[in-house]
């Protein structure tokens, strides 16, 4: 089943008016892992904020469909609310809120849209406690404020884990491999493997190659000056470690 479908997306960034997307075209069916790779400022951050909805950037023409309903009609907490997950390049703090508060708030509104009762702190931990063992993470963690003094490794192990607690139909992972080290970056793909079912899907953005041998996707696009100039196989993976995004174009 199709889950995502862009056509033609163009978009601007919203102070300046400049045109960073010029006609992007993408499908993610149901189950499939996608990667978006390209040369840094190819536009592969946008591509990803823009569909979330971020409001730096001004959609311009195109349409996006997201299980059946136009994507680009609503609001960006409803975006994510209707399944769509992101995790940024740069994820933010927030003082004074712990990080399993935060959880809990974001995993009732997602469950007052289901139609599910909320979870209160109690049954709320018992919830997630199972999930910290998937990212490899001490319950210490939840106590801390929301990305206050985490180390890199630490941020992107938290993304996954409100991956993890709060579910998604499709997952847009920005760079989830930056910064990482090796074993690090394992305990994330390992993560990010255990969650993917036959309903759910992901859309990796990365700029190595490095990330896309622990979760391999079905689809590779690349992404050149704001246009998805070509999708293969991990084919193309290899073909673009030995000659560069060169080789390809
Ligand atoms: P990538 O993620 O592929 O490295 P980006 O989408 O981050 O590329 O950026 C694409 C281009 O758009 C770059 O030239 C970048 O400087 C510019 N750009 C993106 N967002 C903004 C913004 N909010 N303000 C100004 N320039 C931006
Ligand atoms: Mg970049
Ligand atoms: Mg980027």
Redesign the pocket.
Known sequence: KLLLEVKDLTAVIAESGKEILKGVNLSVYEGEVHAVMGKNGSG??TFAKVLVGHPDYEVTGGSVVFKGENLLEMEAEERSLAGLFMSF?SPIEIPGVSNIDFLNMAYNARRRKLNLPELGPIEFYAYIFPKLDLVNMKTDFLNRNVNEGFSGGERKRNEILQLAVLGADLSIL??IDSGLDVDALRDVAKAVNSLLTTQNSVLM?THYQRLIEFIKPAYIHIMEDGKIVKTGDISIAKILEKGGFKAIS
């Open positions: 592969k951050s390049q920005d760079e953005i």
